[in-house]
């Protein structure tokens, strides 16, 4: 029993001593450590390039969103009624001027061709019959006239009686009466035959329009007939653009009356297209309207784009038209760090440590962006992080 009871309170002194050492550990951790720890070193980061940030003379600007067109598009339609058996192309596909994109049913279009040759040959043969019939009435009115002037002269020599007279005077109208008939069908017989032959051309041509091609090099952007649909005159069936040339179509504010008046037929402009982020274009104004839209109250203007700039129908964009200068503080585009939706900037401390700087970016300067707040003047940043993460880093600059 004695040896039991020593056993336990063995037992008891060793977890006693135990929880002592920890309650010390805890202790020590709460004061900092044993005393010969110290700080972390501040992890420095060499050849990265500061500046200051300084007010700067820049470009004073109409900005105006937009998009992109064609500078040529044609809706392609049906010039004649009927139904479609071939649709030769697909969206995207590129055409050459002339290329077949659509096969009206020919048999229709060519039945009424044939009506109409038919009814041509009809007047060709009725003309014909008319212009013998003439003939044949201007001959008996010859004779018939040569009789009455012989039965003139036997009159006034007495040498007929009025009876005989009379009758050949009747005989001598008549076949005037009939001549004139004659001519008068003849006529009507040309002009039937005129409106024949009008029709025969309008029926041969119409029969051409059952091949419906490109009007121009081009690419099909839209297609909107399927095989076996009935089309009429003047209906769409595909839409085609040239791309060799393209405009960007933008919207100036009309309240900027003032620096619209500066804009004119061959002004230049900066094009920035959110399709081709980091590149810019050089545009030139081609067309302006004269008056505002009463609706949006903006003026539209239309920039020629250049022909290698190799954009697409639809992209969206802005494009800046130079009014002056103003002064504005300007970083690199480079110096500009996103995370997410922000945008900020390493801004440098006396220190020389870095830190992450939330900013308010401005207008796009071509390479350089405005800086609205965020950072003063006077102020030191990284001009080119290069993606490298310099937040709480001391940064040696390069040369």
């Given at each position: 029993?004695?040896?039991?009871?020593q056993?336990?309170?063995?037992?008891g002194?060793?977890?006693?001593?135990?929880?002592?050492?920890?309650?010390?550990?805890?202790?020590?951790?709460?004061?900092?450590?044993?005393?010969?720890?110290?700080?972390?070193?501040?992890?420095?980061?060499?050849?990265?390039?500061?500046?200051?940030?300084?007010?700067?003379?820049?470009?004073?600007?109409?900005?105006?969103?937009g998009s992109?067109?064609?500078?040529?598009?044609?809706?392609?339609?049906?010039?004649?009624?009927?139904?479609v058996?071939?649709?030769?192309?697909?969206e995207?596909?590129?055409?050459?001027r002339?290329?077949?994109?659509?096969?009206l049913?020919?048999?229709?279009?060519?039945?009424?061709?044939?009506?109409?040759?038919?009814?041509?040959?009809?007047?060709?043969?009725?003309?014909?019959?008319?212009?013998?019939?003439?003939?044949a009435?201007?001959?008996?009115?010859?004779v018939?006239s040569?009789?009455?002037?012989?039965?003139v002269?036997?009159?006034?020599?007495?040498?007929?009686?009025p009876?005989?007279?009379?009758?050949v005077?009747?005989?001598?109208?008549?076949?005037?009466?009939?001549?004139?008939?004659?001519?008068?069908?003849?006529?009507?017989?040309?002009?039937?035959?005129?409106?024949?032959e009008?029709?025969?051309?309008?029926?041969?041509?119409?029969?051409g329009?059952?091949?419906?091609?490109?009007p121009?090099?081009?690419?099909?952007?839209?297609?909107?007939?399927?095989?076996?649909?009935?089309?009429?005159p003047?209906?769409?069936?595909?839409?085609?653009?040239?791309?060799?040339?393209y405009?960007?179509?933008?919207?100036?504010?009309?309240?900027?009356?003032?620096?619209?008046?500066?804009?004119?037929?061959?002004?230049?402009?900066?094009?920035?297209?959110?399709?081709?982020?980091?590149?810019?274009?050089?545009?030139?104004?081609?067309?302006l309207?004269?008056?505002?839209?009463?609706?949006?109250?903006?003026l539209?203007?239309?920039?020629?784009?250049?022909?290698?700039?190799?954009?697409?129908?639809?992209?969206?964009?802005?494009?800046?038209?130079?009014?002056?200068?103003?002064?504005?503080?300007?970083?690199?585009r480079?110096?500009?760090?996103?995370?997410g939706?922000?945008?900020?900037v390493?801004?440098?401390?006396?220190?020389?440590?870095?830190?992450?700087?939330?900013?308010?970016?401005?207008?796009?300067?071509?390479?350089?962006?405005?800086?609205?707040?965020?950072?003063?003047?006077?102020?030191?940043?990284?001009?080119?992080?290069?993606?490298?993460?310099?937040?709480?880093?001391?940064?040696?600059a390069?040369?």
């Open positions: 029993m004695k040896i039991a009871k056993s336990w309170e063995d037992l002194i060793a977890l006693a001593v135990r929880l002592l050492g920890f309650l010390l550990a805890l202790v020590l951790a709460g004061c900092g450590g044993s005393p010969g720890t110290r700080p972390q070193a501040v992890e420095t980061v060499r050849g990265v390039r500061v500046e200051t940030l300084r007010w700067e003379n820049v470009p004073d600007e109409i900005e105006a969103p992109v067109a064609a500078a040529a598009t044609a809706q392609v339609a049906a010039r004649a009624m009927g139904t058996t071939q649709v030769a192309v697909h995207g596909d590129r055409v050459k002339g290329q077949l994109l659509v096969l049913d020919e048999r229709e279009l060519a039945a009424r061709r044939n009506a109409a040759r038919a009814a041509l040959e009809e007047a060709a043969a009725a003309r014909e019959e008319a212009t013998r019939a003439v003939a009435a201007q001959a008996q009115a010859d018939a040569k009789t009455y002037e012989r039965f002269f036997l009159r006034d020599q007495k040498s007929v009686s009876q005989e007279f009379d009758e005077e009747a005989k001598h109208r008549a076949a005037l009466a009939g001549l004139e008939q004659a001519k008068a069908r003849r006529q009507q017989a040309e002009a039937a035959h005129t409106r024949a009008a029709e025969v051309r309008a029926a041969e041509a119409v029969a329009y059952a091949r419906v091609v490109a121009f090099d081009g690419v099909v952007v839209r297609r909107m007939v399927e095989t076996g649909s009935m089309v009429a003047g209906v769409p069936l595909l839409i085609v653009e040239n791309t060799s040339r405009r960007m179509e933008v919207s100036v504010p009309a309240s900027a009356a003032s620096e619209a008046t500066r804009l004119r037929k061959g002004t230049s402009a900066r094009v920035r297209l959110d399709a081709l982020p980091g590149r810019e274009l050089a545009g030139k104004v081609v067309e309207e004269a008056g505002a839209d009463p609706a949006s109250q903006t539209r203007v239309r920039i020629e784009l250049p022909h290698d700039a190799g954009v697409r129908s639809g992209w969206f964009g802005r494009a800046w038209f130079r009014r002056g200068e103003r002064r504005a503080l300007v970083v690199p480079s110096a500009v760090v996103e995370r939706q922000l945008r900020g390493y801004a440098v401390d006396a220190g020389q440590v870095a830190r992450w700087r939330l900013v308010t970016p401005g207008a796009s300067l071509a390479e350089r962006v405005e800086i609205l707040s965020g950072l003063s003047e006077g102020e030191r940043y990284v001009t080119d992080p290069g993606g490298q993460e310099l937040d709480g880093k001391k940064v040696e390069g040369r």
